[in-house]
T-cell receptor
Framework: QKEVEQNSGPLSVPEGAIASLNCTYS??????FFWYRQYSGKSPELIMF????GDKEDGRFTAQLNKASQYVSLLIRDSQPSDSATYLC???????????FGAGTRLFVKA | GAGVSQSPSNKVTEKGKDVELRCDPI?????LYWYRQSLGQGLEFLIY????????KSGLPSDRFSAERTGGSVSTLTIQRTQQEDSAVYLC??????????????FGSGTRLTVV
């Protein structure tokens, strides 16, 4: 079992819709969770982090964490074509400091 | 500096040669990480430095790979006797701290290594 799993996609949504990206992780002791966006040919850039169960909102982005289910998600409201990218879920494994990345979900927002 | 700086941006080398990749993190960031990303793949952890602590080298794929961080700032990743499977983008990232003080990484623009 991979430590951090994501559906590779592609996920295609129309402009203005809500895009929902999901991630599961295997290390029950993980405490810190991140979402990064990576445009083709570019480096990943941080969107947001979440530490506590529940929702965390930042503009059009909402991260949701459920530690009991070992599940973290990212919602993008009012999706725009500029949101088209690969979204990486990342988890800091317990007992250490390294961050493990999922393989990413490709998102296409159709104009 | 304002961001994480990596050099060179591109490197083409012959199989069997040694290469050095450089990373200059954001000033004040105590944690520094190296990852690599093969074409169409996810990020593979290589090594982690935190302050003056011993680095976490658990992700280095073989003894041909080594890294050092001098003065708690600039880091160099060295690959000896390069092989074609080493071809990838090597990404460096830094963060303010490690563990729960890691509020997320800032990545450099990467070094694209091609072994021919």
């Amino acid at each position: 079992q991979k430590e951090v799993e994501q559906n590779s996609g592609p996920l295609s949504v129309p402009e203005g819709a809500i895009a929902s990206l999901n991630c599961t992780y295997s290390d029950r002791g993980s405490q810190s969770f991140f979402w990064y966006r990576q445009y083709s040919g570019k480096s990943p850039e941080l969107i947001m982090f979440i530490y506590s169960n529940g929702d965390k909102e930042d503009g059009r982005f909402t991260a949701q964490l459920n530690k009991a289910s070992q599940y973290v998600s990212l919602l993008i409201r009012d999706s725009q074509p500029s949101d088209s990218a690969t979204y990486l879920c990342a988890v800091i494994v317990s007992g250490g400091f390294k961050t493990i990345f999922g393989a990413g979900t490709r998102l296409f927002v159709k104009a | 500096g304002a961001g994480v700086s990596q050099s060179p941006s591109n490197k083409v080398t012959e199989k069997g040669k040694d290469v050095e990749l450089r990373c200059d993190p954001i000033s004040g960031h105590t944690a520094l990480y190296w990852y690599r990303q093969s074409l169409g793949q996810g990020l593979e952890f290589l090594i982690y430095f935190q302050g003056n602590s011993a680095p976490d080298k658990s992700g280095l794929p073989s003894d041909r790979f080594s890294a050092e961080r001098t003065g708690g700032s600039v880091s160099t990743l060295t690959i000896q006797r390069t092989q074609q499977e080493d071809s990838a983008v090597y990404l460096c990232a830094s963060s303010l701290g490690g563990g729960r003080t890691n509020y997320g990484y800032t990545f450099g623009s990467g070094t694209r290594l091609t072994v021919v």
